[in-house]
Nanobody, 124 residues
């Protein structure tokens, strides 16, 4: 059973940066497409960025394009989300998710394995 653990969240000022990590255990991560999703208080969970198992296909939400970068290091069983130029509206719990059958894209319902999330708060 694949297990995912997110880390790297915290409190940052607007304009700042954070790098989230998602470490997998229980199976090789290169079997899976990985997605980063987020959920703000009172809002539905939404896709932020996703990457295919081989890393050749990436998807970004319009709201984060040009600011966030997803990457993966399959040798370390880890996926990263580099977040730059953070805005207050980026405040949310960020989750990573994985699925072995997703080829690409960030459709939330298609991802089977989920981490517990890490809080990101952007505030002055």
């Amino acid at each position: 059973q694949l297990q995912l653990v997110e880390s790297g969240g915290g409190l940052v000022q607007p304009g700042g940066s954070l790098r989230l990590s998602c470490v997998a255990s229980g199976n090789r991560l290169d079997y899976y497409s990985i997605g980063w999703f987020r959920q703000a208080p009172g809002k539905e969970r939404e896709g932020v960025s996703c990457i295919s198992s081989g890393g050749g296909s990436t998807t970004y939400a319009d709201s984060v394009k040009g600011r966030f970068t997803i990457s993966r290091d399959n040798a370390k069983n880890t996926v990263y989300l580099q977040m730059n130029s953070l805005k207050p509206e980026d405040t949310a719990v960020y989750y990573c998710a994985a699925d072995p059958f997703v080829r690409d894209g960030c459709v939330l319902q298609r991802y089977s394995f989920w981490g517990q999330g890490t809080q990101v708060t952007v505030s002055s």
